[in-house]
């Protein structure tokens, strides 16, 4: 019997998971999981690591650096790297369903996500064009829109690191 989790009512029903389980996308992808793999890791942590830079700035740090300049090279780079990041984490969620989607904070990771593209869809609507304007003491409204992605971003990976390791073990004397 497994032990029982708090986060357990987020958990998408194994009867789902068994249901999209495919062995033939499975056994196809298999020769090629670690590059699906990798990809997946090297994608997400260029994205991290541009989305927190990005982040950093419209919280009003580095103030020399132009947020219209950082932006402008940033964001397509980051559209691709998301991406990526989404395409190969289908694949490896698709490899396995029952295996992934059973780990305690896929489910989370996923909701973390999905508040994460709609912080930036919201501040793009509303606040974005005010910080480019500004862009030397960014607004009140782009300050909490940087701190809460940032937050945001780091429960993702967060998550991402508590799915794969097991709970640890009690050492025995």
Request: positive net charge; hydrophobic residues 55%.
């Given at each position: 019997?497994?032990?029982?989790?708090?986060?357990?009512?987020?958990?998408?029903?194994?009867?789902?998971?068994?249901?999209?389980?495919?062995?033939?996308?499975?056994?196809?992808?298999?020769?090629?999981?670690?590059?699906?793999?990798?990809?997946?890791?090297?994608?997400?942590?260029?994205?991290?690591?541009?989305?927190?830079?990005?982040?950093?700035?419209?919280?009003?740090?580095?103030?020399?650096?132009?947020?219209?300049?950082?932006?402008?090279?940033m964001l397509?780079?980051?559209?691709?790297?998301?991406?990526?990041?989404?395409?190969?984490?289908?694949?490896?969620?698709?490899?396995?369903?029952?295996?992934?989607?059973?780990?305690?904070?896929?489910?989370?990771?996923?909701?973390?996500?999905?508040?994460?593209?709609?912080?930036?869809?919201?501040?793009?609507?509303?606040?974005?064009?005010?910080?480019?304007?500004?862009?030397?003491?960014?607004?009140?409204?782009?300050?909490?829109?940087g701190g809460?992605?940032?937050?945001?971003?780091?429960?993702?990976?967060?998550?991402?690191?508590?799915?794969v390791e097991?709970?640890?073990?009690?050492?025995?004397?």
């Amino acid at each position: 019997m497994a032990t029982p989790h708090s986060l357990d009512f987020l958990r998408i029903s194994s009867n789902i998971l068994v249901a999209l389980d495919s062995r033939p996308f499975h056994f196809a992808l298999q020769p090629y999981h670690h590059l699906v793999r990798l990809t997946h890791i090297l994608s997400m942590a260029a994205f991290f690591g541009g989305i927190a830079l990005l982040d950093l700035r419209l919280m009003g740090w580095s103030a020399t650096l132009s947020l219209r300049t950082l932006s402008r090279n940033m964001l397509p780079l980051l559209y691709g790297l998301f991406a990526v990041t989404i395409v190969t984490g289908a694949a490896l969620f698709f490899y396995d369903p029952v295996k992934v989607g059973s780990h305690a904070y896929f489910t989370l990771k996923l909701i973390l996500t999905t508040m994460g593209l709609a912080n930036a869809a919201v501040f793009h609507r509303g606040g974005y064009a005010l910080a480019l304007s500004v862009d030397a003491n960014m607004p009140m409204r782009a300050r909490i829109a940087g701190g809460m992605s940032l937050a945001l971003w780091i429960g993702v990976v967060v998550c991402a690191c508590l799915n794969v390791e097991a709970e640890p073990k009690v050492l025995l004397r």
